[in-house]
Structures are given as structure tokens and as C-alpha cells.
């Protein structure tokens, strides 16, 4: 066998195997509670910032699916099945430029969670702002822009220890 077959077996091999918890959510609840506290209060002032519900799990899940975080994107499905939003939202939000399912202020908002996830790659366009603010007040993009930040830091938390996603 080649050292290209060899290390594409080991490769696929690696890929089949399910990734293990660097840390687990208990242990890291037990290690950094005033964190777990602080977040948690930090998304409760978002829920009560009269934002809709069913606008900021699409958010999240769209940031989650960015950042590659298996545990976020879990919690985030079963609150968003909860809420009722659409299955058609859902199977289509990683391609929601592309989706008729998706409202004006929907998209806004998407781009808007786009552009703060990635924008150490690259700056957060005026244009992009213009467009949310044809959408939403000042303090709806306030707390959209801090609905956004809570859960980029949940999903670094989330996704790099490796947390098992719920149920499973």
C-alpha cells in the first residue's frame, strides 16, 4: 500500500470514529460555573429584549453551523422544533440566500450573524448594516448584534471542548 492509501485508510478510518467530549458539559458546568451563570443571564436579557424566538434560534443555528459546533446545532434543532419553526426553514437555512423561505427581515438578520461570525476574515460591510436597518430598530439590532455575540461564544466553548450534543 502507498503512503497516499495509507494515509487516506487511517483518514477515513479516523473519520468514522465518533468524536469524544475534551471536556463534558458537567465537568465544565462544575469548573467554570460563574461562567455558565454569566451566559446564561446574558442570553435570558436577549429573551427578554422582546426579540422573536423563532429569529434568534434561526440565528443561532446559522452561527452554530458556521462555527461547526455539533452540540449547539443540536440544542438549538429541538428549541427550534419546540417553537414551531418550519422544517422548511430548517432544512434549508444553511443555503437561505438561496431559499424562498425566508422573510426580508429573516435575511437581514441571517447576513447580519454571517458577517459578525466571520468578521475576523473579513470587516462588516456598511451596505450589510444599511440592510438590517431597513429591517429592524436600533435596539432590535442591539440585541440581535448581542443574540449573535452569545452564542459565537457558546459555540467556542461548545466546539472546542467537544461537549456531546444533546441526546446523544
Known sequence: ???????????AAAQAEPVQAR???????AHAGG???????YS?????????????????????QINGCAFCLQFHLNLARKLGLPQ???????????SHAFSARERAALAWTEALTRMA?????????ADLQAQFSEGEIANLTAAIAAINAWNRIAGA????????
Open 121 to 129: 476574515a473579513a470587516p462588516v460591510e456598511g451596505t450589510l448594516y
Open 35 to 41: 461562567v455558565v451563570s454569566a451566559l446564561r443571564d
Open 44 to 64: 435570558r436579557a436577549v429573551d427578554a429584549s422582546g426579540l422573536d424566538k423563532g429569529l434568534v434560534e434561526l440565528l443561532k443555528l446559522r452561527a452554530s
Open 88 to 98: 422548511r426553514q430548517l432544512d434549508q437555512l444553511a443555503a437561505w440566500r438561496d
Open 23 to 29: 471536556i463534558d458539559w458537567a465537568a465544565f458546568e
Open 1 to 11: 500500500m502507498s503512503d497516499t492509501s495509507a494515509s487516506s485508510s487511517s483518514s
Open 161 to 168: 471542548l467537544r461537549f456531546t450534543p444533546p441526546g446523544g
